[in-house]
């Protein structure tokens, strides 16, 4: 069946930085769009990241331009999350999703505290 399993969420200073990991199985990975979303307390899900299949292109909303870098291992079927100098206004439970078409995956997110 479908999994997308992220990893590498936790508790981190302001100005410190992060690696998102997350595995994806049962399906064919290098067809699909990988992204990543947030959702923090009392707030709507938004988009935080985005890379197309092959890798080619990347897509990033003004909030986290310049300090998030998405990437993706085809062979690994895996997508990553590089954030650095990381604010606490980036506090949220952090999800990966897989997009092709009308279909979407949705792994089960990880907790991101950013707290002194």
């Known amino acids: 069946q479908v999994q997308l399993v992220e990893s590498g969420g936790g508790l981190v200073q302001p100005g410190g930085s992060l690696r998102l990991s997350c595995a994806a199985s049962?399906?064919?990975?290098?067809?699909?769009?990988m992204s990543w979303y947030r959702q923090a307390p009392g707030k709507e899900r938004e988009l935080v990241a985005a890379?197309?299949?092959?890798?080619?292109?990347?897509n990033y909303p003004d909030s986290v331009k310049g300090r998030f870098t998405i990437s993706r291992d085809n062979a690994k079927n895996t997508v990553y999350l590089q954030m650095n100098s990381l604010k606490p206004d980036d506090t949220a439970v952090y999800y990966c999703?897989?997009?092709?078409?009308?279909?979407?995956?949705w792994g089960k997110g990880t907790l991101i505290t950013v707290s002194s």
């Open positions: 999703t897989a997009g092709l078409g009308g279909t979407r995956y």
């Open positions: 049962g399906f064919t990975f290098s067809n699909y769009r």
């Open positions: 890379i197309t299949s092959a890798g080619g292109s990347t």
